[in-house]
């Protein structure tokens, strides 16, 4: 819904946004470019800010898993690997972070809110960085297929309306890819190595299938109650549905994780040849409304990371504020 | 005039040579190996993202760097980089001790209580220590050494540049901060010597002309740190927890072994 001012006091003021609005319109249908400075109905800014500080709170979150096993990395190639990858991740964040920003300045919040925000859980971090992380295969796991999975649902934003969020996002994608080429030569290693890697390699897949399957969301929004893919679409931000993107998904990685020989947990996953669509066993969508809302196995210690880098650096903000204003 | 060593095969000739030299290297590897892996350790954690962005950068070229330093050794015929990296006990490694200290109690993953005063000052006065061992490095007899060290202080001059201005704003700023920074400082005063230390093969390493001499590097090193901390630090530190050039080292550099081998140690024959 648009929201028009409230206490414009002139019928000039109303068709004047009326015209800004279908003018806005009219814009993005046309395939242009909105940038931070132009004139944008409130909603379309909420969403938009709602959208990139949870995608840059997630780049920062999603490191976390990852750090897990970076100190760990088995061979000095891996560890340079790994260690470039997280980088590029808090990159990303940082990067989103700064969009959102320039985003929020009408509303008079800055980046300081949203990290604040993260801590109490106003803003959430996305469901698959909630879950937990066991052997070396996940952290393979999750560079293959979690970054393949975040390719495409980027992908489906690639040409984004709004022009700040989309040149970011052609960015994040090129380094994505490269994180999944990472991903994809862990576990050819794994699956070409001993019986024992193999086996971690099978357990730690097997552990992320539902993950992997809750990664693009319910298919419709009466699971968790709200959805904004309809929005998301008029506003030309992203253009496929949280189904079409998880077919999409399949269509790309079922084929390779059968011929790396992985067994696929799912017993009655199908491809329908007549509707040319993937059949799979829904996953706990309960489950999911629990983790998004910080209730998954990693969340409060995750979370917890958070805080305690928060508090134990409030010395440190404190004094470079003397200087200039960092939050 | 010390002869030019070319190449690997050269300097195996003389055994006393490829001694001093594979002494040297494993200090340069061993430092940014574990400096690396403390920072590695942080990621996640510094007070604001940029710094996390720029932190995991340093961290992860200096873990370059110490990939470039274990395959010098393995050029020398010491071992497969990978192998000395992760295999060698506790009392074959030749870090500074003081350079594997926790970053603060807890665990990287579980209450990680790290101290920022503690990452800046070391930082800061390794990477000046680094600059100036490989300034030195850049002239050595060891031809690929000189080669390398060329290259890494390209990379390396930002290293300190970054770790400068913060010892610099940290102690220009509000009281609390410098205390912070003084203390780890005073800290730092007993404990950082040995990695000014050129180890047991110190005189052969200067008479064949590898590096310079121990005690010129040393100076070298304190009139680059005093020209941004305060006068009081204007003495060489000691070595209070021991002499990691020598292979003593403490609990510490046990606790990150047994973290950076954990996967390595499953199967140290796998490919990985």
Same mark, same amino acid.
């Given at each position: 819904m648009y929201h028009y001012i409230e206490?414009?006091? &002139?019928i000039q003021n109303v068709s004047t946004d009326e015209e800004k609005y279908e003018h806005f319109m009219q814009r993005i249908n046309n395939g242009e470019k909105v940038e931070a400075n132009d004139w944008m109905p409130d909603d379309y800014r909420t969403a938009l800010i709602r959208l990139i500080s949870m995608h840059g709170v997630s780049e920062i979150m999603g490191a976390l898993p990852e750090k897990e096993w970076t100190p760990k990395a088995p061979s000095l190639k891996r560890k340079l690997a790994i260690m470039a990858k997280v980088q590029d991740e808090m990159g990303h964040g940082q990067l989103l972070l700064r969009v959102a920003e320039d985003l929020q300045k009408p509303f008079g919040t800055t980046r300081k809110e949203v990290m604040e925000d993260l801590l109490t859980g106003k803003i959430k971090f996305h469901n698959v960085f909630h879950m937990k992380t066991k052997s070396w295969a996940d952290a393979a796991i999750i560079a293959w297929l979690v970054d393949g999975a975040a390719i495409i649902t980027q992908t489906n934003m690639?040409?984004? &309306?709004y022009g700040p969020y989309q040149r970011a996002l052609q960015r994040i994608c090129a380094e994505e890819v490269f994180h999944a080429q990472h991903g994809e030569a862990l576990v050819m290693a794994l699956a070409n190595g001993t019986k024992k890697q193999r086996e971690m390699l099978q357990e730690a897949f097997s552990r992320w299938w539902d993950s992997l399957i809750m990664f693009f969301g319910?298919? &419709?929004?009466k699971v968790t109650g709200s959805s904004r893919q309809d929005i998301m679409i008029k506003y030309k931000i992203?253009?496929?549905t949280n189904e079409e993107l998880r077919q999409a998904f399949f269509d790309k990685y079922i084929p390779r994780v059968k011929a790396l020989g992985l067994e696929i947990p799912d017993k009655t996953l199908t491809f329908n040849e007549d509707t040319k669509e993937w059949t799979y066993a829904q996953p706990n969508w309960d489950d999911f409304k629990q983790i998004i809302n910080n209730?998954?196995?990693r969340s409060k210690a995750r979370l917890r990371l958070r805080e305690i880098a928060h508090e134990n650096s409030r010395w440190v903000r404190r004094a470079l504020a003397e200087e200039e204003a960092v939050v | 005039m010390n002869k030019s060593m070319e190449t690997a095969e050269v300097a195996k000739q003389n055994r006393a040579y490829a001694e001093a030299l594979a002494e040297l290297l494993y200090q340069f590897a061993d430092d940014d190996f574990i400096i690396s892996f403390r920072g590695s350790e942080w990621l996640g954690l510094a007070p604001f993202i940029e710094e996390d962005v720029a932190f995991s950068s340093i961290t992860q070229n200096t873990m370059g760097h110490a990939t470039m330093f274990f395959q010098l050794l393995e050029e020398l015929g010491e071992g497969d980089a990978d192998a000395l990296a992760h295999a060698r006990k506790v009392d074959e490694r030749r870090s500074s001790v003081y350079l594997e200290k926790?970053?603060?109690?807890?665990h990287y993953i579980e209450e990680?209580? %790290?101290d920022w005063a503690l990452a800046v000052v070391r930082n800061f006065l390794y990477e000046t220590m680094k600059r100036v061992k490989l300034q030195a490095a850049m002239k050595s007899t060891y031809q690929p050494l000189a080669n390398m060290a060329t290259k890494i202080i390209m990379e390396q001059t930002y290293h300190l540049a970054h770790w400068k201005l913060w010892m610099e704003q940290l102690l220009g700023a509000t009281d609390e901060a410098k205390e912070k920074l003084l203390s780890r400082l005073d800290e730092a005063w007993e404990e950082f010597g040995d990695a000014l230390s050129l180890g047991p093969k110190a005189s052969d390493i200067a008479k064949f002309g590898i590096l310079i001499e121990e005690e010129t590097f040393k100076q070298y090193w304190l009139e680059e740190v005093k020209k941004t901390l305060?006068?009081? %630090?204007?003495t060489i530190p000691k070595k209070s927890l021991g002499n990691g050039r020598e292979g003593m080292h403490g609990e510490d550099l046990q606790q990150a072994i047994n973290i950076f081998t954990e996967v390595y140690q499953i199967d140290e024959q796998a490919v990985w």
């Open positions: 206490g414009a006091d &002139s690639l040409n984004a &309306s319910p298919p &419709s929004p992203r253009i496929n209730h998954g196995p | 926790m970053n603060g109690d807890g990680p209580d %790290y305060p006068a009081k %630090y204007a």
